[in-house]
């Protein structure tokens, strides 16, 4: 039997909490013999607070589990020359699966993932997704190598960008948004209403600032918000610009006072 895990926030004081995906309706005993595996985001793209990877390896080790880590929005942010969040935490030996993308800091299409040996011929042979893709361009894959390379050579990207990402995290908590737990670049700023979503977006676009609406699915209906992202080409003056705007917006859509 096959057992899928899917863990948001997977540690609550001494419970242990999963969202269970099973290929089967019978229900599952993980005191009998089964291949567990769990998957989570390093950094959860909507809200932009991180995976508790050591807590989660931890499980790991509690149910003997096997652990995917997608690093699609920790490449090239977190981490030594921006290797992701399980090498933010020192925890890359830990896990067995790192997948990511070439579409974010990569600037590119595609995407990656990494594991021993074995696991990967087993995934190119069988993997079904894989089997019927046609392989990435060789622009797109060049784009991305060259990337690699800027990510590598000129730290001070990563370095600027978490300055820049720092200054915002202030100022948003100073003009009263709530921000919730972010621990990176993905900035949400909570409305709690899809109507007032959709009207903050389009009221901030109209002055000029771009945000992305986060609805359900995507989220709890009580939990909508609007995400704001920023760059390492990103300035504090550019930042504060947006925060003005969007305290503009926010007051009068009745969201904050």
Request: charged share 25%; aromatic share 10%.
């Amino acid at each position: 039997m096959f057992v899928l895990f899917y863990a948001k926030s997977c540690y609550h004081g001494e419970n242990d909490c999963f969202l269970c995906l099973r290929l089967s309706d019978e229900r599952v005993d993980l005191t009998k013999e089964a291949l567990l595996v769990i998957v989570v985001d390093g950094v959860f793209s909507m809200e932009g607070d991180l995976a508790n990877l050591p807590k989660i390896v931890e499980l790991k080790h509690k149910y003997n589990c096997s652990i995917m880590v997608d690093e699609a929005h920790g490449l090239g942010v977190f981490g030594k020359q921006g290797r992701g969040v399980c090498d933010h935490f020192g925890l890359t030996d830990e896990i067995d699966l790192i997948m990511g993308t070439f579409s974010k800091s990569m600037a590119s299409i595609g995407g990656f993932i990494a594991g021993d040996k074995d696991t990967i011929n087993y995934l190119r042979h069988t993997c079904r997704t894989y089997i019927f893709s046609a392989s990435n361009t060789p622009a797109a894959t060049a784009a991305a190598l060259e990337a690699l390379h800027i990510i590598q050579k000129e730290p001070e990207r990563i370095e600027k960008l978490w300055n820049v990402t720092r200054y915002a995290l202030r100022r948003f908590k100073e003009e009263g948004f709530e921000i919730g737990e972010t621990e990176s670049p993905i900035i949400p700023l909570y409305v709690h209403d899809v109507d007032k979503t959709f009207l903050a977006t389009a009221k901030a676009f109209e002055y000029g600032v771009f945000i992305n609406p986060v609805i359900p699915p995507a989220c709890a209906p009580q939990d909508t918000l609007v995400r704001f992202a920023l760059m390492a080409t990103h300035t504090e003056e550019q930042v504060e610009r947006g925060v003005q705007i969007l305290k503009r917006v926010f007051t009068e859509l009745g969201i904050i006072k």
